[in-house]
């Protein structure tokens, strides 16, 4: 029905660069927030990014300033560059998005993909 999907993670080292892409694709009538959220071993979930359809963003505190959330409406698609990294930042990110679809609303998941942060 929707499916988000993720690509873009992979190893670097601190203070190098990656950016994450997810596009959504399916039942899709409109698609609300878009954001990002980041699990590391042992920890809970926190969310690191959203942003609206009319693009006002919010971030976490301890990527505010390297990390910048965008998102392409045509596509389906949000983006998180990350700049500056740290390996504190290591963790499997999740891009997620609330959809109204033509039957429902509902908030979606992508399946996650690992960045690592070496020192």
């Known amino acids: 029905q929707v499916h988000l999907v993720e690509s873009g993670g992979g190893l670097v080292q601190a203070g190098g660069s990656l950016t994450l892409s997810c596009a959504a694709s399916?039942?899709?009538?409109?698609?609300?927030?878009m954001g990002w959220a980041r699990q590391a071993p042992g920890k809970q979930r926190e969310s690191v990014a959203t942003i609206t359809r009319v693009g006002s963003t919010v971030y976490a505190d301890s990527v505010q300033g390297r990390f910048t959330i965008s998102r392409d409406n045509a596509n389906n698609t949000v983006y998180l560059q990350m700049s500056s990294l740290k390996p504190e930042d290591t963790a499997v990110y999740y891009c997620n998005a609330k959809i109204q679809g033509y039957w429902e609303l509902r908030t979606y998941w992508g399946q996650g993909t690992q960045v690592t942060v070496s020192s």
């Open positions: 399916g039942n899709i009538f409109r698609i609300n927030d």
